[in-house]
């Protein structure tokens, strides 16, 4: 019996996921993933974050007194922005003047104070540019004594993008495929894209004023990298986003119009990314993160029995070489107990990436990540390992990521599945999906990167 109803569950092919293979520790370590993505529920971090009491609002540690405040508008992108709207509406109800949250296409939800405005990722489309001056539109109307909630988090770069004067939507699609198959990770693709887009890089918190600006965001910040960057000063440069494209051998690929605006933003420095929000009526607060999902993770395996321990909350690199690590870490518990004796559950966060040859299929980083370990690991022992996109979407797939385990490799060769050519060909998509191993959740309300979970019985 699973401990969840249907109706609760976060994978919608859970059952099949558990049909076969190491099914008791396949079922342990797909619900404690699933405990995970909960953890990051932005909606709940929203309600723990703002209170409404009689005429006073409360936001953090901050306190408004309504009385004293003509509108509140409510405006945002990115994955995990519906949440965080839906529970504003629901605190908040009639005092909205008004809103427009842009989210991932397919998300049918529909809230009645804030629009909810449906754009490409991960190649932002016409809608992403429409999005983002739908944005433009209602903070411009945002005075002095109006109060903005800004929604902002994971995938906003591409779900808003205005590209910069001269430069067209076709060459920033362009662009944003160019950087998502180089094997940049995603902070050296924001620091190209903020420089060539209208709404990045702060830009939004300085639109908004002379209002009071409130970010909610999920905190997905790897270390040095300011998030979200609409609504924070931007450290990078437009030499920074040169030496990103240089480095990757980009410079001669992207369009000659984006070519020579950065290159004339380096002498340029009204073009520049705001560097401070000195003297900007602004605050930030975090409704979610990848701690919070490994430290949710962690606690639904020691609940289950297991010996938990978060590696790490910030895990960055090629996806397959972190399966082939994990792997390596899985057979040192199996053979000497160490760093943990079974039963144990390791969980990690972060955000992985695949560098794309000239075989390209279908796939993404935590789809190639499991294959790697289950090419590098098999055993009588009973091990699982999962990595799955929290927001439920793994590279530019409909799948979430995957689950192996110590029979995924003898499973594959009577399938007739070459694990090795879905790793070279960076289609793991196939491979999972005939494993019937690929996870789907559908959109999950939340983006904080990726959460794994190696188990050993």
């Known amino acids: 019996m699973n ?9 919608k092919n859970f ?12 079922r342990d370590a797909l619900q404690i993933a699933e405990a995970g993505i909960r ?20 936001v953090g540690d901050k306190v408004f007194n309504l009385k004293e405040i003509e509108h509140i508008y409510v405006v945002g992108a990115g994955k995990g922005s519906y949440p965080i709207a839906e529970a504003l509406e629901d605190i908040l109800g009639d005092l909205i003047t008004e809103g427009i949250v842009v989210v991932k296409k397919g998300e049918t939800r529909r809230l009645k104070h804030i629009e909810i405005y ?14 983002a001056r739908k944005i433009l539109k209602v903070v411009e109307k945002a005075g002095e004594k109006d109060l903005v909630f800004a929604a902002i988090t994971g995938g906003s770069s591409s779900l808003v993008t205005l590209p910069a004067d001269g430069i067209t939507l076709k060459e920033m699609q362009d662009l944003t495929d160019l950087l998502l198959k180089c094997g940049a990770v995603i902070r050296e693709i924001n620091i190209v894209r903020k420089h060539l887009c209208q709404m990045k890089g702060g830009r939004l918190v300085a639109y908004i004023q002379p209002a009071e600006a409130v970010t909610l965001t999920l905190d997905t910040a790897p270390e040095g990298m300011p998030w979200p960057d609409m609504s924070l000063p931007d450290p990078s440069t437009f030499q920074d986003a040169i030496d990103v494209l240089d480095y990757y051998d980009l410079l001669e690929k992207v369009a000659p119009s984006i070519k020579n605006y950065i290159m004339e933003g380096r002498n340029r420095p009204e073009l520049e990314t705001v560097k401070t929000l000195e003297g900007m009526r602004t605050t930030i607060f975090s409704v979610g993160d990848p701690v919070g999902a490994c430290e949710a993770a962690a606690k639904c395996a020691t609940e289950l029995g297991y010996n938990s321990v978060i590696l790490s909350s910030t895990i960055e690199g090629e996806a397959k070489d972190v399966g082939i690590c994990f792997a390596g870490i899985a057979k040192e518990i199996v053979n000497y107990k160490r760093p943990l004796s079974p039963p144990c559950a390791l969980i990690s966060g972060g955000e992985t990436t695949v560098t794309i040859g000239e075989e390209c299929g279908k796939g993404g980083p935590n789809q190639e990540l499991v294959l790697a370990f ?24 409909e799948i979430a990521g995957g689950i192996v385990d110590s029979l995924t490799q003898e499973r594959a060769e009577e399938l007739g599945v ?25 959109h999950t309300g939340t983006n904080v990167m990726n959460l794994r979970v190696l188990l050993i019985r």
């Open 118 to 131: 449906e754009a490409g990722h991960p190649i932002p489309d016409e809608d992403s540019v429409a999005g």
């Open 418 to 442: 070459d694990i090795d050519y879905a790793i070279k060909n960076h289609n793991s998509s196939p491979a999972l999906t005939k494993l019937k191993d690929a996870l789907v959740t559908g």
């Open 374 to 397: 289950a090419q590098k690991f098999k055993s009588s022992a009973e091990v699982v390992c999962v990595s799955v996109d929290t927001d439920g979407t793994d590279g530019p797939t």
């Open 3 to 11: 401990s969840l109803d249907d109706k609760e569950r976060i994978l």
């Open 39 to 58: 953890g990051a529920d932005p909606g709940v971090g929203t309600y723990n974050q703002v209170k409404l009491e009689g005429e006073l609002l409360y």
């Open 15 to 26: 059952d099949t996921l558990v049909s076969h293979g190491q099914q008791t520790a396949r």
